[in-house]
């Protein structure tokens, strides 16, 4: 092992030191992910946090290209977000599309090359109420509830490129017991279907069928454990088991 790759390893723990805990509880809500980076580190993250009131905030990102320039400005997000949570606690910025938009400019600031996709949310699980805004994160993510599927599909700009983006905020009621189902980009790379179109329906078909937790979804898909992967993949669920 070559001294560029001990580095890289030794920055793939840091990585993964940085993530919130897999398969974490707060309340009735439940949380898991898997994130296979294309290399050795990787530019997909998550990231969970409750706030002292009891909501909740979570995102998924990814940031442009992978390997260490794209792990390094995953890390600047999660440093720049964990920054913002106190103005979102204390409803400075009321609305997930104000943090992004803070986000977005902080990320300016720092001149990167890189921009960054994220899917910003804000749960409230003593209302069952979500609030959410997207920065041109695709595949939108998947809600699971009532038997009901929905895309939570709409979005604006990435990121870190454009001086004053408009992004919106979003609010929707939940029932007691959902499953909401994210994706990064690189899990289309690896499916075989010949359309963007075609492998969405895939994506939905399974989570129809009940395969709505990350260890079934990446068996279903042929990640688990999957190398090599021409891009970053990375797949977040947060269950309400309504109890």
């Not at 069952?128 to 998947?142: V, Y």
């Not at 688990?224 to 977040?236: M, Q, S």
């Amino acid at each position: 092992m070559d001294l560029v790759e001990r580095d890289q390893f030794a920055g793939q723990r840091v990585q993964q030191n940085l993530l919130p805990s897999s398969g974490a509880k707060i309340g009735k809500l439940s949380f898991d992910y898997r994130i296979l980076p294309s290399l050795i580190l990787s530019g997909d993250s998550i990231e969970f946090v409750e706030l002292s009131d009891g909501r909740v905030v979570f995102y998924i990102a990814d940031v442009s290209g992978h390997g260490a320039a794209g792990a390094l400005v995953s890390v600047l997000v999660k440093g720049i977000c964990a920054g913002l949570m106190t103005d979102i606690e204390k409803k400075v910025l009321e609305h997930p599309s104000s943090v992004l938009e803070a986000l977005n400019s902080a990320l300016r600031n720092f001149d990167i090359d890189q921009h960054v996709t994220m899917f910003l949310g804000i749960l409230d699980p003593k209302n069952n109420e979500l609030h959410f805004s997207n920065a041109a994160h695709f595949p939108a993510p998947i809600l699971m509830a009532d038997q009901s599927l929905d895309y939570l599909e709409f979005g604006s700009l990435p990121l870190g490129i454009y001086q004053s983006p408009d992004y919106q905020s979003k609010s929707l009621h939940l029932p007691n017991e959902y499953t909401i189902v994210m994706f990064s980009d690189g899990v289309l790379e690896t499916m075989d279907q010949p359309t963007i179109k075609d492998k969405e329906e895939r994506l939905q078909l399974l989570v129809k069928s009940g395969k709505r937790d990350v260890d079934s979804l990446a068996k279903e898909l042929g990640i688990d454990g999957a190398r090599n992967a021409p891009d970053d993949i990375a797949i977040f669920t947060i269950t309400s088991s309504g109890r």
